[in-house]
């Protein structure tokens, strides 16, 4: 059934692949975005790429409880996918009252605008930094919480409220996504990862050395103990983390109550051998150094996948060759960003 569906952070780069496939799968979308770290032109590429239009698009932050309001007083929403949140773990350790703020005071406000409208249905995104420094490969869901900086503590306190609030309220249902490493692009090439400033990820930092923006890529540390001695990580492609949503949507009916899911390939690839993936999906080697290691890091994550497998018949479908070629593809035509259309 065709629903109307509120995506909080429908701009950035898993909300505007997500926005993508919700339109192609005949919902109508309402966009929130404060464009702190998106770009309106983002959601142009969103409705060319679908061919429809948003149902709205509202340059909203989350905590303006008036604004925010006067959204769900315009539409009527039938469920909600909450991406908007700030995601750098390095920045969360000098800023970690921003983080509190704009993670945790932007959640509870949406939980409190969507009971005042009587809107129970919610998409969560979660992240698999919840799970902090943890030798089990691979992780599942059961495994224990320690977040290891405010980013990952955001969101496991996230995570914890919703439960509370499932538990007051029985009529909510909430589906909280943990995901690995969402990297690529839609395979078009229109729509992106355009963080702003000096990326803090591995893949757009490659992405930008490959377009001259940067000189080399550092690796951070090579004396983990993993096989070539860099970290290792599940890396899942934007587009199945986007389907991952829109399945979960389907999917909000099914229980009552908080559920916790990992989106993830099940498969770890360490830094080095990301940076041969993209070199050889770039044509050239991507220049490198190995650098020291980075303040937070943990040697291997790598998701177990299968209670979403077993819950809904859902599993990855793309590979890390795809996720090169198309996160290239994306780099390529777009050098800078959004900002290159
Ligand atoms: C982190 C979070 C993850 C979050 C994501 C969003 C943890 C453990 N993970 O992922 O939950 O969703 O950020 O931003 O907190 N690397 C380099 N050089 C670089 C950048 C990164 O070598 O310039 C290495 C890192 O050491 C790491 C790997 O590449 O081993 C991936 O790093 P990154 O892309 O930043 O993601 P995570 O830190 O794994």
């Known amino acids: 059934m065709p629903q109307t569906v509120l995506v ?44 429809r ?10 905590r303006d ?14 469920a909600v996918i909450h991406f908007a949140a700030k995601k750098a773990v390095g920045e969360s350790m000098r800023i970690p009252l921003d983080y509190f703020d704009v993670n945790i ?15 129970r249905r919610l998409v969560f995104s979660s992240s698999c930094s919840i799970y902090g420094d943890t030798a089990t490969v691979p992780l599942g869901e059961d495994e224990p919480a320690g977040p290891t900086n405010p980013y990952a503590r955001s969101k496991h306190i996230c995570e914890q409220l919703l439960g509370d609030a499932c538990r ?20 078009s090439g229109m729509i992106g990862e355009d963080p702003t400033g000096v990326p803090n990820n591995v893949l757009p930092y490659m992405a930008q050395v490959a377009v001259g923006r940067l000189d080399e890529l550092a690796v951070f540390g090579d004396d983990y103990p993993t096989p070539d001695g860099t970290c290792v ?22 229980e009552a ?28 080697p991507i220049p490198y150094r190995i650098a020291d290691r980075r303040a937070g890091d943990v040697p291997i994550l790598v998701a177990d996948p299968s209670r979403v497998a077993a819950a809904w018949g859902w599993r990855t479908t793309r590979d890390l060759a795809d ?14 960003g959004y900002r290159s259309a």
């Open 168 to 187: 007051r309220y029985p009529e909510l249902s909430v589906i909280a996504l943990r995901y690995f490493n969402p990297i690529g692009a839609h395979p």
């Open 233 to 254: 990580r599940d890396y899942v492609h934007v587009v199945d983390v986007a389907d991952g949503h829109r399945v979960a949507v389907d999917h909000l009916d099914d």
């Open 323 to 336: 996720m090169c070629a198309d996160a290239w593809k994306f780099q390529r035509s777009h050098p800078h």
């Open 105 to 119: 005071g932007g959640t509870t406000a949406l939980l409190c605008a969507m009971h005042e409208h009587g809107v």
């Open 257 to 284: 109550g908080l559920r916790v899911l990992n989106l993830g390939t099940g498969t770890g690839a360490s830094v080095l051998e990301l940076v041969a993936r993209f070199s050889a999906a770039v044509g050239r």
């Open 8 to 51: 909080t952070g429908g701009a950035g780069f898993i909300g505007s692949h997500t926005c993508v496939e919700l339109l192609d799968h005949g919902h109508d979308v309402v966009v929130v975005d404060d464009h702190s770290n998106s770009s309106p032109h983002a959601l142009d590429a969103v409705q060319k790429l679908a061919g």
């Open 65 to 78: 409880r008036a604004a925010l309001d006067s959204v769900f007083a315009a539409h009527d929403v039938d």
């Open 53 to 62: 239009p948003l149902a709205g698009a509202h340059r909203v932050d989350l």
